[in-house]
């Protein structure tokens, strides 16, 4: 396990990847203390790719979920009512 600084790592990253590729562990370090750990990622299994339409039929949308909302329904959702002193649209 080879450790080395953290300029030495700057400078010499690429032949450090290198050995990590070959199995080998490098701990960086800062100011002689070890801060990190650089070591060969284990593989993971290829994830296999899922079907389309799994869900088909398991959900169901409904007919007016595209619908206008209405007025009031707007002014819940923008938090603004028009009897409000701040609506521009105040008449008070």
Same mark, same amino acid.
């Given at each position: /396990?080879? +450790? &080395? ?7 010499? /990253?690429?032949?450090? #990847? !290198?050995? &990590?590729?070959?199995?080998? =562990? +490098? &701990? ?6 070890? +801060? *990190?750990?650089?070591?060969? +990622? =284990?593989? *993971?299994? %290829? *994830? =296999? ?18 619908? %206008? /909302? ?5 002014? !819940? ?8 002193? #701040?609506?521009? !649209?105040?008449? *008070?």
């Amino acid at each position: /396990m080879a +450790v &080395v600084n953290i300029h030495q790592a700057k400078a010499h /990253m690429s032949e450090l #990847l !290198d050995a &990590v590729e070959r199995g080998e =562990t +490098v &701990v960086i370090a800062r100011r002689n203390k070890p +801060v *990190a750990e650089l070591r060969p +990622v =284990t593989q *993971a299994p %290829p *994830a =296999t790719r899922r079907p389309i339409g799994l869900a088909q039929g398991m959900i169901e949308i409904a007919p007016d979920a595209f619908a %206008p /909302m209405s007025e009031d329904e707007l002014a !819940d959702w923008y938090d603004i009512r028009p009897d409000d002193p #701040l609506h521009p !649209d105040c008449k *008070a």
